[in-house]
């Protein structure tokens, strides 16, 4: 039979260990699905530090549990592995939630880039390029073009009312379309990069130093915290970055 002492000490090296795989778990799933800026834009960090505080919580109490009521070696390994089950499925949970909500795509939608996340997709089509709608869970956001109608195009009515509704063109796979086939769309539509606060909002000393090969478009989502802009190259039409300002 163990001591309490014993028992208490072995608890918390399980403790130490179980919360630093967790939170290990929890920062690569933040630099892979929320990488840069965005992960500020969408409040990620508070998510990630809630759902990081209720993992060490469960984790503090069922191992000082064990440690408290497991008198034996056996026991008290029993008792570990089954807190490792019960902390395992919670990871599990969690991962699941994350997984729903990542950013996939920012899609290009004429005046601005909208965030595109997981659960917000909407399969309406067998003909999509397969290309474009592969989704690797483990590779981050990637930019979308996205076909938008005009007032004389068929189905328009009934593509405003689906907008309306909250089902937005960047979330049909219908309208998907390749970025790079939309480069020249998005170069047209860039608003210049000349005001002062826009300038001293980045800590970029390329950006400062050069602000005429940069341009920028609004950044809209379901989630999006305040107000973004998205920093595109013009000599690519690569997106560089993300800022906090009002792109309207």
Same mark, same amino acid.
């Given at each position: ?65 064990? &440690? ?5 070696? *056996?026991? $008290?390994?029993? @008792?570990?592995?089954?807190? !490792?089950?019960? %902390?395992? /499925? ?49 590779? &981050? ?5 996205? *076909?938008? $109608?005009?007032? @004389?195009?068929?189905?328009? !009515?009934?593509? %405003?009312? /689906? ?86």
């Amino acid at each position: 039979m163990l001591q309490l002492g014993q028992r208490l000490k072995s608890s918390l090296f399980f403790f130490v260990a179980a919360s630093a795989l967790v939170a290990l778990a929890l920062f690569i799933l933040l630099q892979v699905w929320f990488p840069g800026e965005l992960r500020v834009a969408l409040g990620i960090p508070r998510i990630i530090f809630v759902l990081g505080c209720g993992a060490v919580l469960i984790i503090a109490t069922l191992s000082t549990a064990v &440690g408290c009521t497991r008198k034996t070696q *056996k026991d $008290l390994r029993r @008792g570990f592995v089954q807190v !490792a089950a019960i %902390v395992f /499925l919670c990871l599990l949970a969690a991962v699941k939630f994350l997984l729903d909500v990542r950013p996939v795509y920012l899609a290009f939608e004429g005046d601005r880039f909208r965030v595109v996340e997981a659960h917000e997709i909407v399969d309406d089509t067998t003909e999509a390029d397969s290309s474009t709608r592969a989704r690797n869970i483990f590779s &981050g956001p990637q930019l979308l073009g996205v *076909k938008l $109608l005009s007032a @004389g195009d068929p189905g328009y !009515a009934d593509s %405003v009312l /689906l907008s309306a509704a909250g089902l937005h063109p960047s979330f049909r796979q219908s309208r998907w379309l390749q970025y790079a086939d939309q480069k020249f769309e998005v170069l047209r539509n860039l608003k210049p990069l000349t005001e002062r606060s826009i300038l001293e909002s980045s800590p970029s000393l390329q950006i400062r130093a050069h602000p005429r090969n940069f341009g920028f478009l609004p950044l809209v989502g379901s989630h999006v915290k305040g107000d973004w802009i998205v920093l595109i190259r013009r000599s690519d039409g690569e997106m560089e970055t993300l800022l906090p300002l009002d792109g309207w």
